[in-house]
């Protein structure tokens, strides 16, 4: 079956799906937390990329609901500066 | 189930955490703590919860402190009381951060929970071997109406 594609000019018309996507899933929905704790940094750093800023959601995967509630969390520890407004480095 | 209701008057669950400068001593820190838990209870707020987190980095600096006292307040009040507080937040010199919000349903379970963890830990570590008593999370509320 990989003979006659390696003769053709072009090889792959789709993308071969040799690596299958992991389903990304929102980690609120799935662990059952109802509130994002703007007192735990180091929980929070999971949803900021290494200059503090917030992931996107198409990233982390978290649902709507609760992107809001940690882009909340992030704002409330980074005005008590438990979090860092910009940084480098920080993972 | 919680206190809040009583007569008439809407009563909602806040939480506020301050910073104070790092150059106070240890009975300035208790008297800045002091006065704020004061304001609260003056204005017929009811404390439910008090934390001091200690001396801790700043992720970025504060009127050029690196370092600051951290406190955790939650009380229960009218909304009034938060605009009394503020602005003896912001006439205090030795804070030099504060924030205040209303507990949402979700953050008053979660702080509850926090509570008895809290509670419980300060309980092991002062006796090892505690009796099955569960640990004083919340005191008895009582209003003068009833």
Known sequence: MAAPQQQSEIRYLNPLSVDVKKKKYC???KLGIKYVDYKDAEFLKKFLNEQGKILPRRLTGTSQKFQKKVAQAVKRARHLALLPFVTDMMK | MHPQFTKNKKMNNYETVFIATPVLSDAQIKE????????ITENGGQILNTEEWG????EYPIQKKSTGFYFLVEFTAEGGVIETLETQYRRDE???RFLTFRQDKDAIEYSAKRRAKLAGKAHEAAAPAAPTKP????????????
């Open chain 2, 55 to 58: 001396l801790k980095k700043l």
């Open chain 2, 135 to 146: 640990a004083e999370v919340e005191e008895p509320v009582k209003t003068e109406e009833e």
């Open chain 2, 94 to 96: 030795r804070v030099i």
């Open chain 2, 32 to 39: 800045v703590l002091g006065k704020f838990q004061g304001i």
């Open chain 1, 27 to 29: 980690r609120f929905k």
